[in-house]
Every structure is written in C-alpha cells, then in structure tokens.
C-alpha cells in the first residue's frame, strides 16, 4: 500500500496523538463498557487505534521515524497524565510496539493487512498484560482490554480492505 508523504506525515501525528489520548481517557473516564459485559480502561480504544495507526506509519516512514513517534507520544503522556500512568503506559507501548515490530516486518512480504491482523495480535497482549499490572496491580480488566483493542484492530482493516477493494474496482 503506497502512501503518500503528506498522509505518511498524518499518520505519525494521529500516532502520535493517540498515546496521551488514551492517557487522558484513563484519566477522566475510568473504565468503560466494550461489549458482552466487560469493561476495560477508557483508554483501550485509542490504544487499539494506536496498533493501527503504527503500522500504517510504518508503511510510510522508517523504523526510526516510528520509534521517535512512540517517546514523543510517551513524553506528551508525562505531561498530560499522573506520572504512574504515564509509566505504565510508556512501558507497555514500548514492549508492545517492539513485540509488534517483531511480527510485523517479516510478515509485511505477506500482505498489509496479514501484517497488521498478527502484529497487532501480539501488540495488544503485550500492551494489555503489561499496562494492566503495572497500572492497576491486577488483571481484572484483561478480557475487556483484549475484546475492546480487537473492536478497533477489526475495525481499521475492515475500512482498509474496503478502500483497496474500492481503489481496485476503480482501476
């Protein structure tokens, strides 16, 4: 999937943005319900769309461009949330978004969204166990975190497959 610069650029910024996001919903909204009774850190959604998001930006930018853009969400988040979250948050990201790159680059000869289904498999857990313990000492919501970042994962690679399909039928 060919992305253009200026959207390559939008996306690191969406990234970007994404990391305090999910932070600041922790913050303010506590935990909120994602689908057959369970319910998750507020922030789950943004994360989700963060395990996205990183790998479209890495279809338009360098591994070191996406590295950059996790501290630079990770140092908003020290500003814009408690300190203990901010921890939590910025360890789980880099596990998760190392776990992913792992999956991701080897699998990207594959295909776009086999990449992004995988990877983000791996991310979520990664972020979801790590978070959970050091954020709340317990794993209370983990089934929750699990079911509401799997909610965006499909989510964007259902959008994605339809704009290819569409792009296709156009061609």
Do not use: C
């Not at 996205?52 to 890495?58: E, N, T």
């Amino acid at each position: 999937m060919n992305i253009p610069a200026s959207a390559g650029i939008a996306t690191l910024a969406a990234y970007v943005a994404t990391i305090p996001a999910a932070n600041l919903a922790v913050t303010h909204f506590g935990a909120v319900p994602v689908g057959f009774g369970y319910a998750a850190p507020a922030g789950v959604y943004m994360v989700g769309l963060a395990l996205v998001l990183r790998d479209l930006a890495r279809e338009s930018a360098d591994r070191g461009a996406v590295l950059v853009a996790i501290a630079v969400g990770t140092v908003l988040s020290y500003f814009l949330a408690a300190p203990a979250l901010a921890a939590a948050s910025a360890a789980a990201f880099a596990v998760a978004e190392t776990m992913d790159f792992a999956v991701y680059e080897p699998l990207r000869k594959r295909g776009l969204l086999i990449a992004m289904l995988a990877s983000n498999a791996v991310g979520l857990l990664a972020d979801s166990l790590l978070f959970l313990k050091m954020a709340f000492g317990s794993f209370e919501y983990l089934p929750g975190q699990i079911l509401g970042k799997v909610w965006m994962t499909l989510a964007a690679i259902t959008a994605l497959a339809l704009i290819r399909r569409r792009k296709q039928m156009a061609a």
